[in-house]
């Protein structure tokens, strides 16, 4: 079985963090969402609360798992026994720094490949840091991430986010 590894923050999921997913469940047996453990400090939802919400937007997805980490990476993919570690990329931004991840990533792990989707069009603009910027101005997300996410953001900044 071929298993893929997914990781990243996902403070909070957004319609193109599932368009990834959904798009390397039809390429994997399966996909392993990988949401990094980060202090309370540092991010708007807890490790608990950004698993859960990613679970919820993938539940229709039956080869897809998402799980929380801590430490290195290729460690978790290893222990997920996945040979793949899949990436959005949306702008010549991210792949200096994706590439830069990647070639950390091959000599620390050379028998994990990394594989890299192009953003969909619509989502080229869409991330996390984004989304918690605009939500807490009082813009309306509910075209960038699903009806849940927007419960948790209506909760995080008041009725605000919409």
Same mark, same amino acid.
């Given at each position: 079985?071929?298993?893929?590894?997914?990781?990243?923050?996902?403070?909070?999921?957004?319609?193109?963090?599932?368009d990834?997913?959904?798009?390397?469940?039809?390429?994997?047996e399966?996909?392993?969402?990988?949401?990094y *453990?980060?202090?309370?400090?540092v991010?708007?939802?807890?490790?608990?609360?950004?698993?859960?919400?990613?679970?919820l937007?993938?539940?229709?997805?039956?080869?897809?798992?998402?799980?929380?980490?801590?430490?290195?990476?290729?460690?978790?993919?290893r222990?997920?026994?996945?040979?793949?570690?899949?990436?959005?990329?949306?702008?010549?931004?991210?792949?200096?720094?994706?590439?830069d991840?990647?070639?950390?990533?091959?000599?620390?792990?050379?028998?994990?490949?990394?594989?890299?989707?192009?953003?969909?069009?619509e989502h080229?603009?869409?991330?996390?840091?984004?989304?918690? *910027?605009?939500?807490?101005?009082?813009y309306?997300?509910?075209?960038?991430?699903?009806?849940?996410?927007?419960?948790?953001?209506e909760?995080?900044?008041g009725?605000?986010?919409?």
């Amino acid at each position: 079985m071929l298993t893929a590894l997914y990781p990243g923050r996902f403070d909070p999921v957004t319609n193109g963090h599932v368009d990834i997913a959904q798009r390397a469940a039809t390429l994997f047996e399966r996909v392993v969402v990988a949401v990094y *453990e980060l202090d309370a400090k540092v991010s708007l939802f807890s490790t608990d609360e950004r698993v859960e919400m990613f679970r919820l937007a993938v539940r229709h997805l039956r080869n897809v798992d998402v799980l929380p980490f801590t430490g290195l990476v290729v460690d978790f993919a290893r222990k997920e026994q996945a040979k793949v570690l899949v990436r959005g990329i949306r702008a010549v931004t991210d792949f200096e720094t994706e590439l830069d991840m990647a070639l950390m990533n091959k000599k620390m792990a050379p028998e994990i490949e990394s594989v890299y989707l192009m953003a969909s069009l619509e989502h080229l603009y869409v991330s996390g840091h984004r989304i918690r *910027e605009v939500a807490s101005l009082g813009y309306d997300v509910g075209e960038l991430v699903a009806p849940h996410v927007i419960k948790a953001l209506e909760r995080k900044f008041g009725t605000a986010a919409k």
